[in-house]
């Protein structure tokens, strides 16, 4: 069997089909923020989000949910407002606060799981929740459809929201005394971003949530100069970049999550390289 | 009646005071000099006055018209730009945020309005440039274009002509006095240029350790000006 014969025979999977269709969307929603994440110093934030869905998928599994989406999503948004409350309040520094809970999430979640084995190996588990294994390939129905709503409501809100991400991405002070409301944009960014990384759990696992938000931005930013075109940009490598990486994957039979991160490495070397030799200095 | 009152203001950071009793107000078209020393508050109390930082105590209120979500803002030194993917068009535009309120797209008045703003600063040609390719002088007309989307009445500058060289500081000075005089922007600027601050403004508050608030001329014979000045800006005598 050559390798399209064994690419047509996985493609005609139902599972293979909803892994590739949620996939996509994940990575097209994750790329979005990326940008403004990326420069709003809000990269920690992701960063420490992606652990806390870690601790909640640990608790989940020892409260033996049959959902645990259902369950980590409304802890991960919650969080994300915590942390965005805690970052404007001086008293505890934004950055300690979020290496606290991100570090204390991962802990006890760790501990939950070995106190609480749901099953006979704990460290495949927990390499399940980090790393994402195969989580894609095994969602359930409910959780396919779910992603698949999650997602077009972030592609929706942040289309409505675009431009007023960018008034307070580029210049919140400005924003601020000219009477946009930012602290509700700054929350409905940091709900967004707690949505995006509880969907992308189930694509690279908890570990490699920030790799597959802030690559594709940072690739895009080599190349292109104006906020649009990076959006439009990272948003095209990263579906791509997920695409290529799960057939990669399912081949090579490597895992998801890697692969997909592998490939988003390989872009960007390949942008920076253009970015380089010049390409970039006739793009606006 | 003032567009901007400002009474036995204190503030500063978390319960720190920086400056207390201060008291000035401002009425449309005038063009007041904020001046002092590095660290005396001058930015802290733009930005209390813009609502960014919360007031120790105090009152600061609106008036003729004007309300507090009509401001044109120019902060000093934008550090967190450096490496932002933004075209000036993008920039411009963006001033006009706080109009769309919850409109997602700028509308065609709201285009034409960074139009225009644009053509006054003279950036129509940089329109699809990147922003941080530009010269220091150029990035700050930009965001002065920026903040006449936000505003037809009044403008707070934060340092606009500090690391700009002497002729495009002058260029500079020229399209705000032009603002002033024929749109009838009121202008509060923070400066350390201070034979430009008396030149150009028609009122001067100075903070510090001696505080002043009054007529430009009224200024250059005040004791703060002296002290501040050495010999040279008071009166010759
Ligand atoms: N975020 C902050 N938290 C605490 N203190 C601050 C903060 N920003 C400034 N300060 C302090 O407040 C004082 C006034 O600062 P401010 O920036 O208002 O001075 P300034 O008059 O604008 O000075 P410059 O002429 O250098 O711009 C300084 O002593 C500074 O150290
Ligand atoms: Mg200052």
Redesign the interface.
Known sequence: MNVFQQLQMYLAMPFVQYALIVGTLIALCSSLLG?TLV??RFSFIGDGLSHVAFGAMAIAGVLRLTNEMLFVLPVTVLCAVLLLRTGQN?KIKGDAAIAMISVGALAIGYMLLNLFPTSSNVSSDVCTSLFGSTSILTLTQLEVWLCIGLSVAVVVIF??????I??V???E????????KAEAYNLLIAVVVAVIIVLAMNLVGSLLISALIIFPAVSA?RL???????TVCSAILSVSCALIGMLVSILGSTPVGSTIVAVDIAAFLVFSLLARLGVNRRK? | MPQLTIENLSLGY?GQVILSDVNFSVSAGDYLCIVGENGSGKSTLM?TI???QKQIDGSITFGDGL?????????QQ?A??K?????VW??V???C??R?GLR???SRAEKQLAKENMEKMGITQFA???YR?LSGGQQQRVLLA??LC??RKIL?LDEPVSGLDPKVTQEMYQLIEELNHKEHVTIIMISHDISAAVRYASHILHVGHEMFFGPTAEYIRSAAARRFLGTEGGEDA
């Open positions: 940008v420069l709003k001086a289309l409505l929201f675009y431009n007023k960018f008034a991405t580029f210049d002070d400005f924003a601020r005394a000219a009477g946009v930013m292109f100069r104006s906020f649009k075109g990076v606006a | 978390e930005k813009l609502g960014l309300s507090a979500n009509e401001i044109g803002y120019l902060p934008t967190a730009q490496d932002f993917p933004a075209t993008e920039i535009l963006s001033g945020q706080a769309a997602p797209f700028y699809g440039r990147c390719a920026r903040a936000a505003t707070l």
